[in-house]
């Protein structure tokens, strides 16, 4: 009976005792059985590796992407350059075909229709390349000051003028501007002769720039040269008030020292449209009266038929 009365009170002991484990609050400290990992459990060494592994292969995924862009760069360098070495060689051999149209010029015999054959067959082939580099100047500044360069290298003046029949071409004002700056004040007479010509077709900017060197320049070569080259401003809408001035000057040159400067003045005016004013025509009377050059009489006299 005791024994039985021990085992009941024994049984009774556990089961309050197990009742009080399970309820009483854990120690301080302690985390319950059933509690998310702690921060200690998250570094432990398998999750540190793999904590370690992630970030090799975001190094890696940044390698490589640093990779590619290198390699990108390398190819659109490489491509630069190739497009580069074509246009200098179309560059060369537009400047050997303006060579050799200058000199088919220059031999050329009207009277043999062998001469006259191979001077427009090397007029054709000049014109198609050309082209293409009036293609490429127009689109590319660089391309273009590559080019204006080679021109200002070459010894021929004749090559030199036949050569700037692209710089028109080149649409950019900055460009307009350098030219400007060249025909006004270089010291080369050719270089300046080239850069009046690259200002055709630039508005006011280019027409006020080859105005004020007809006006100013001291050497005859060049006065004479921007007359000739006010003829491509005359029709130039963007140029109509400058183009008076324009005029002006050139009467003034019917009478300057230099008879190149003379011819050049008589054959701008004569470009002009419409009827002279009472003015000119007088000027160009005298001119065409007492002149001491006997060709420049003759083209005055030509002037004033056209006109009456």
């Not at 027409?207 to 005359?234: K, N, Q, Y």
């Not at 050059?293 to 083209?299: F, L």
């Not at 004033?304 to 009456?308: A, E, I, K, P, V």
């Given at each position: 009976?005791?024994?039985?009365?021990?085992?009941?009170?024994?049984?009774?002991?556990?089961?309050?005792?197990?009742?009080?484990?399970?309820?009483?609050?854990?120690?301080?400290?302690?985390?319950?059985?059933?509690?998310?990992?702690?921060?200690?459990?998250?570094?432990?060494?398998?999750?540190?590796?793999?904590?370690?592994?992630?970030?090799?292969?975001?190094?890696?995924?940044?390698?490589?992407?640093?990779?590619?862009?290198?390699?990108?760069?390398?190819?659109?360098?490489?491509?630069?350059?190739?497009?580069?070495?074509?246009?200098?060689?179309?560059?060369?051999?537009?400047?050997?075909l303006?060579t050799?149209?200058?000199?088919?010029?220059?031999?050329?015999d009207?009277?043999?229709?062998?001469?006259?054959?191979?001077?427009?067959?090397?007029?054709?082939?000049?014109?198609?390349?050309?082209?293409?580099?009036?293609?490429?100047?127009?689109?590319?500044?660089?391309?273009?000051?590559?080019?204006?360069?080679?021109?200002?290298?070459?010894?021929?003046?004749?090559?030199?003028?036949?050569?700037?029949?692209?710089?028109?071409?080149?649409?950019?004002?900055?460009?307009?501007?350098?030219?400007?700056?060249?025909?006004?004040?270089d010291?080369?007479?050719?270089?300046?002769e080239v850069?009046?010509?690259?200002l055709?077709?630039r508005?006011?900017?280019?027409?006020?720039?080859?105005?004020?060197?007809?006006?100013?320049?001291?050497?005859?070569?060049?006065?004479?040269?921007?007359?000739?080259?006010?003829?491509?401003?005359?029709g130039?809408?963007?140029?109509?008030r400058?183009?008076?001035?324009?005029?002006?000057?050139?009467?003034?040159?019917?009478?300057?020292?230099?008879?190149?400067?003379?011819?050049?003045?008589?054959?701008?005016?004569?470009t002009?449209?419409?009827?002279?004013s009472?003015?000119?025509?007088?000027?160009?009377?005298?001119?065409?009266?007492s002149?001491?050059?006997?060709?420049?009489?003759?083209?005055?006299?030509?002037l004033?038929?056209?006109?009456?």
């Open positions: 009976m005791r024994e039985s009365f021990r085992v009941v009170i024994g049984a009774l002991f556990l089961g309050v005792s197990g009742l009080a484990f399970f309820a009483w609050p854990p120690p301080q400290g302690t985390a319950p059985a059933n509690a998310p990992l702690s921060s200690s459990v998250a570094t432990r060494p398998g999750t540190r590796r793999a904590q370690h592994s992630t970030a090799r292969q975001a190094d890696s995924g940044r390698l490589q992407h640093e990779e590619r862009r290198e390699s990108a760069r390398r190819a659109a360098q490489a491509e630069q350059a190739a497009a580069l070495e074509a246009f200098l060689d179309e560059v060369d051999l537009c400047v050997d303006a050799d149209l200058v000199e088919a010029k220059r031999g050329r009207p009277e043999s229709p062998e001469t006259i054959a191979e001077f427009e067959r090397i007029r054709t082939r000049y014109r198609a390349v050309r082209s293409r580099l009036i293609r490429r100047v127009d689109r590319d500044r660089a391309s273009a000051d590559l080019f204006y360069e080679e021109i200002r290298e070459l010894e021929d003046g004749d090559v030199q003028r036949e050569l700037a029949q692209v710089l028109p071409f080149v649409a950019s004002e900055a460009f307009g501007r350098q030219l400007a700056a060249v025909a006004r004040s010291s080369d007479p050719t270089s300046r850069a009046l010509i690259g055709r077709g508005g006011a900017t280019g027409a006020d720039a080859v105005i004020e060197v007809a006006e100013t320049a001291v050497d005859p070569s060049v006065r004479s040269a921007a007359l000739r080259e006010l003829r491509g401003h005359l130039d809408p963007r140029a109509i400058s183009m008076r001035r324009g005029i002006s000057v050139t009467e003034r040159h019917l009478f300057d020292e230099d008879a190149s400067v003379r011819r050049a003045a008589l054959i701008t005016l004569g002009m449209r419409g009827q002279p009472a003015s000119m025509r007088e000027r160009v009377q005298q001119i065409a009266e002149d001491p050059d006997g060709d420049i009489r003759v083209t005055a006299r030509s004033l038929s056209r006109w009456s």
